[in-house]
């Protein structure tokens, strides 16, 4: 409310913070672990974005289950600003997947 008792209407939770003069707090660190002193301080932490990656240690490509080729996955990669891929395709000995033989 303001001070002179009328209310504050928000159409969304950003305003809301806003309006408290607070930084957005995130779900995920949401906990009841000091977050609303910090955002009054503006000192919430950094979480970590999709542009703050730089590798994908996990990919399968169509050597084995996954559904492109290495070099698709390659231009991806660069595509999304990674610097390292690792191609993690199954051996053919999971039975499963139609992995890598030899």
Known sequence: MRADG??????????????LDMDGIAPGIGEDHGEIISSRQHKLPHLITMEDLRADLHTHSTWSDGKVSIQKMVEAARERGLKVIAITDHTAGLGVTGGLKG
């Open 6 to 19: 009328s209310e504050i209407l928000c159409a969304s939770e950003a305003e809301v913070y806003e309006q």
